[in-house]
Every structure is written in C-alpha cells, then in structure tokens.
C-alpha cells in the first residue's frame, strides 16, 4: 500500500525512540534485543551478553549489523484477530541485509517508519508450504525462484505478505531503514483446532459407545503392517472399513463448542491485559478514586445499585467455559505483561449467573441497566454486577463517584 504522505507513522516509534529505550537501562541482549546481519549467504546473531548499551549497539549499527526490538504482543490487535499478535522493531544500516531469505508461520504486515527498504517477496515452493504451521530455517538464493514481487518501502508505506511467503529485505546505499513488522495468526488453524476436538471426541466416543471398546481381532497383525500394505487380503478389507466406520462415527462425538472454549481459555491466558482509553480507565474500577485522606481511607466503596448502567469493558476479554469443576468464567483485565508469569485468570461462577453473563457478551457494546441483569433477585443482580466490576471486567457508563 502506497501512502502519499510519508509521516502516515508519524509517532508509532523513531530512531529516537528506539535511542531511548537503550538508555532506559531496561534493554539486554537477547531478551529485548537482538543484532543480526546477513553476508555472503551467511546470516549471524552477535548477541553478547549483559545489558544492551547504547555505545555498543550503535557501534554494532555502524559496522553494518542490524538491531532488532522484539516487542510485545499488541493487545488491541489482539482483539481484532481474535489470535495472538505481535510487534518487532527493525533497524537496518545503508547497504545491508539482516536475516536471510526465509517464509514464517504468521500473517505479516510491515510498516515502513523511517527511510528505505527493497524488498523481495517469493511464492512458496511447494504445497506443503502454502499456510505452513512452522518457520522455514534460512534459505539460499539458490533455493528461490524469481521473486512475485519487488519493490521499495518508503516512509508510510505497508506491506502484507501471508503465511509460506518467502521474503528478504535490503537496504539501499543511500538510506538506512527503521520498520515495524506487526504479526498474527499464529497456529490458529483448523488443524490446531483439531488437535484439541479429536482426542476429546475419541474420549467421549469410548465412554459412550461400547463399539469403540471391544477387542482388536487376534490375527490382526498378522494381515495388517506396512509389510502386509501390498497384500491382498479380505481380511485388510474388513479392517479398513471398520477404521473408516469408527472415524466417521467420531463426529457424532465431537464437542466443537467445547475445544472452541478451550481455545479461548488458552488464548486469554496467552493475551496482554486491555489497553484503556482514558475513559474506560475512569469508569472501570482501575480509575476508582479510593486514597487515604485526613488519617483514614474514603471513597473505597463501590455503590452499585439497580439503576447502574453497565456493559463489559471489551467484548473479547471474557469466556464462559463448562468445565467438570463447575462453570468458569476466564477473563484477561489482571493478566501479567509479562507472558504467562501467572496462572490463568477465572472466576468459578454460579450457574444461574449464566444467563446473565450471556446476557452481557451480546448487549456489548451498549449499557444495560443493573436491574435487567436475568438473575432471581436484586441483590444477586447487584452482587454480580459488583464482583465483576472489582475485576475490571465491567465498567459503568458514567463514573460511580464524580472527582
């Protein structure tokens, strides 16, 4: 995508940026920072280790090697995508290269900040790598055929190319480069979703249906084998479609819904918290005005009534999970930054609240009254209404004490 105007970036991040997070103190080598370079079909990381000083980075920068700020998962992205999402930093000299030709597992969109890069983007080679579940190792100019695309990022600039897409990126003489490369849909595939559906299917399969228990023939490796696959036998025939028979039947046995939700619940364990507006923030329990003043604590409780309007915080940063334990509701708004430093986050809900739960997730995004949650009596209403606003999962549509 062609921007006409350069500066389209203009205060997403700068080399000055970049600058300043050296010399925050906060940066060290191969946990926030990597330097790479990519000469003569070889491509290095040069990873000391310690902190990542700014004498020494931009030292590395100019004998042509390229830092790279692997940045955190992006959390409004996040929602959108409904997947993980990500966001890495490129700094690359005049006249380099900083990583080899390669294709990943995530759909890419590259934002050029700053300067220059030429690009070449490459179809994959085989069928096997079209929306591949893994990252290629580095390629040789060898292995390539021409490129399906060519061409030059300038400042404002955007460039997407999907899964299994070889790429490659250098820069001119003339200018150096600084881009955001933005990254989602990690193993977010029908594959992956099968890998938790089936063997849930099959387990609930053997405990239902006597079929799926009863013995394998006695002579069953005597006909059946890779040394018997050639034979022809009436007895593999029978086998085969009694395998056929019983993976067919597995999908009266499938719980869709429920290895759906167990997606979800590792998904927003997976997510950062939610970034919030300035007014969210006031109307949330994170911009509550609870302090201590004059020797004692005030304003610290939460006066919910009937007549509160209410709504979630975000419509994506909840899931209602059937588990055995009971009825779990997962949520993200006290999730780390950190990525996965603690458990997930639930909260073992009453199943009469379910209902209003549901009832939240699709009034979102208007506000609904406190009284019209669908529990049995007011001070359930009221109850729950408080219980997850103390969690950030609710907020009201005016601030609850005015500052």
Same mark, same amino acid.
């Given at each position: 995508v062609r921007r006409g105007d350069p500066g389209y970036y203009a205060g997403l991040f700068s080399t000055a940026d970049f600058d300043a997070a050296l010399h925050s103190g906060e940066v060290h080598f191969g946990t926030h920072l @990597?330097?790479? %370079?990519?000469?003569?079909?070889?491509?290095?990381?040069?990873?000391? %280790? &310690?902190? !990542?000083?700014?004498?020494?980075?931009?030292?590395?920068? *100019?004998?042509?090697?390229?830092?790279?700020l692997p940045g955190p998962p992006a959390s409004i992205l996040q929602e959108h995508f409904g997947s993980m999402a990500g966001a890495n930093?490129? #700094?690359?000299?005049? /006249?380099?290269? /900083?990583?080899?030709p390669h294709y990943d597992d995530i759909e890419a969109f590259v934002l050029q900040l700053e300067g220059k890069k030429h690009?070449?983007?490459?179809?994959? +080679?085989? /069928? !096997?790598?079209? #929306?591949?579940?893994?990252?290629?190792?580095?390629?040789?100019?060898?292995?390539?055929?021409? =490129?399906?695309?060519?061409?030059v990022l300038e400042a404002g600039d955007l460039l997407y190319f999907p899964r299994g897409f070889i790429h490659q990126g250098d820069c001119l003489p003339d200018a150096h480069s600084l881009h955001i490369t933005v990254?989602?849909? *990690? +193993?977010?595939?029908? &594959? @992956?979703?099968?890998?938790?559906?089936? =063997?849930a299917a099959l387990q609930m399969a053997l405990e239902e249906d006597v079929e799926y228990r009863q013995g394998l023939p006695m002579d069953y490796l005597q006909y059946m084998g890779v040394t018997n696959s050639d034979a022809v036998d009436a007895r593999r025939t029978t086998f085969m479609e009694?395998? *056929?028979?019983?993976?067919?039947?597995?999908?009266?046995?499938?719980p869709v819904d429920a290895a759906v939700d167990q997606r979800a619940k590792s998904f927003l364990h997976d997510c950062l918290p939610p970034v919030l507006t300035r007014?969210?923030?006031? *109307?949330?329990?994170? &911009?509550? =005005? !609870? +302090?201590?003043?004059? &020797? !004692?604590?005030?304003?610290?409780?939460?006066?919910?009534t009937k007549d509160t309007a209410v709504r979630l915080l975000r419509h994506g940063i909840v899931r209602l999970c059937n588990e055995e334990a009971g009825v779990m509701l997962y949520y993200t708004t006290e999730n780390s930054r950190v990525y996965h430093k603690e458990e997930p986050k639930f909260l073992e809900i009453d199943?009469?609240?379910?209902?209003?739960?549901?009832?939240?997730?699709?009034?979102?995004?208007?506000?609904?009254?406190?009284?019209?949650?669908?529990?049995?009596?007011?001070? @359930?209403?009221?109850?729950?209404?408080?219980?997850?606003?103390? $969690? /950030?999962?609710?907020?009201?549509? $005016?601030?609850?004490?005015?500052?």
């Open positions: @990597d330097v790479t %370079s990519y000469a003569e079909g070889v491509r290095e990381t040069h990873n000391p %280790s &310690g902190p !990542a000083l700014p004498a020494v980075v931009w030292d590395f920068y *100019q004998n042509g090697w390229s830092p790279r930093t490129y #700094l690359t000299p005049p /006249g380099t290269q /900083g990583f080899a690009w070449r983007v490459y179809n994959p +080679r085989t /069928g !096997a790598e079209v #929306l591949p579940q893994f990252s290629s190792a580095n390629l040789t100019q060898a292995e390539l055929g021409e =490129p399906v695309l060519e061409t990254s989602s849909y *990690q +193993r977010n595939s029908w &594959g @992956d979703l099968l890998e938790k559906l089936l =063997p009694k395998v *056929q028979r019983l993976i067919k039947k597995l999908v009266d046995y499938a007014s969210e923030k006031a *109307q949330s329990v994170y &911009g509550f =005005p !609870a +302090r201590w003043q004059d &020797g !004692a604590p005030c304003d610290v409780d939460i006066l919910i199943p009469e609240y379910t209902d209003s739960i549901e009832f939240l997730l699709s009034s979102y995004p208007n506000h609904v009254r406190v009284d019209a949650l669908p529990c049995e009596t007011l001070e @359930d209403k009221i109850s729950l209404a408080t219980l997850l606003f103390e $969690k /950030g999962i609710l907020t009201t549509k $005016k601030p609850l004490v005015q500052v």
